[in-house]
């Protein structure tokens, strides 16, 4: 029940294309859905975050879509550029004071020129 | 700023040796937390301090001794490691407070090679 099942694993999309990710839990506790950004050799920077009250919160490219009743929520990049190649990880978490993240296993994305 | 130091960028160490790593944050953050990760996988959680309070331990070995001096320093004591333990470790924070959303920011890791 801890899980968070995130698809694909890998995603090639042309530039100026949409990339979108998805991700599902089974935790109704959870009530805080992230997206990290990793480059290479780099830590997972925080993208954009939704809780669970709304069902979509956008931030310039990036939306999150979020849908309470099917336990699933996916991340959206409009306009895809190739600075946006990066493993792209969803995550779970409950309200609390130092609750711990449960990770997806990552999406691999890559945005052709 | 929502920065998160590391340091060093990278280490090499033998089997024998014992190294540390730092990590430093200054956004008033009272949670921090110490990762493991491994090429094309998730961050795997170790340790989480609350209030400088070891809070959570993830069943981690004992060659890994982790240490809060105070509420923006946290380390992570190394010995007598495994090959198998080379990855990148990072290091994390977030607010901490009860009633707070887990909002995690990350470090930029350390590499960590074994040998």
Known sequence: ?113 | DTEVTQTPKHLVMGMTNKKSLKCEQHMGHRAMYWYKQKAKKPPELMFVYSYEKLSINESVPSRFSPECPNSSLLNLHLHALQPEDSALYLCASSQGSQGSYNEQFFGPGTRLTVL
């Not at chain 1, 920077?45 to 490219?61: H, Q, T």
């Not at chain 1, 409009?78 to 711990?100: I, L």
């Open chain 1, 1 to 113: 029940q801890q899980q968070v099942k995130q698809s694909p694993q890998s995603l090639i999309v042309q530039k100026g294309g949409i990339s979108i990710i998805n991700c599902a839990y089974e935790n109704t506790a959870f009530d805080y859905f992230p997206w990290y950004q990793q480059f290479p050799g780099k830590g997972p920077a925080l993208l954009i975050a939704i809780r669970p009250d709304v069902s979509e919160k956008k931030e310039g490219r990036f939306t999150i879509s979020f849908n309470k009743s099917a336990k699933q929520f996916s991340l959206h990049i409009m306009d895809s550029q190739p600075g946006d190649s990066a493993t792209y990880f969803c995550a779970a978490s409950r309200k609390s004071g130092y609750s711990t993240l449960t990770f997806g296993k990552g999406t691999m994305l890559l945005v052709s020129p």
